[in-house]
């Protein structure tokens, strides 16, 4: 096993449109920016893009999370570990517990577009498979 570290440098928040009453009506597309490190061996230019799966609550509800992009050559990953992190960050910068935009439970009818979120850094360590 490697161990795989992981720290967010900044998220991109496409866009965030909240509709409690009619989850169908919910959309939420952002991008995260990471360096990982791998074993010593540093890739500084990662990014992952995470979505609120149609007609779910994404605040209540797992982010699907797509697997990352970048220079990583790696062909093994672990990705429940990873989507677990890439989650965690998400919703610490934007939500109920967001450190940058804090929604409350009862939030209706906003729309948030292109919000570029930096300074929230976060670290995550991992093992992936050999």
């Keep these: 096993m490697k161990m795989a570290t992981i720290k967010f440098k900044e998220l991109i928040q496409d866009i965030h449109d909240v509709e409690t009453d009619d989850p169908a009506q919910q959309i939420m597309r952002s991008r995260a920016s990471f360096t990982l490190d791998v074993d010593g061996e540093e890739y500084d230019d990662m990014s992952v893009v995470l979505k609120q799966p149609f007609g779910t609550n994404y605040a209540q509800e797992p982010l699907e999370v797509e697997k990352p992009s970048g220079s990583y050559p790696g062909d093994r990953w672990n990705h429940n570990e990873f989507h677990d992190a890439v989650e965690d960050y998400y919703r610490s ?36 498979p050999d």
């Design 93 to 128: 910068a934007i939500g109920e517990r967001g450190g940058a935009i804090r929604l409350g439970p009862n939030a209706t009818n906003i729309r948030m577009r292109n919000n570029k979120i930096g300074g929230l850094s976060k670290t995550y360590q991992f093992n992936i």
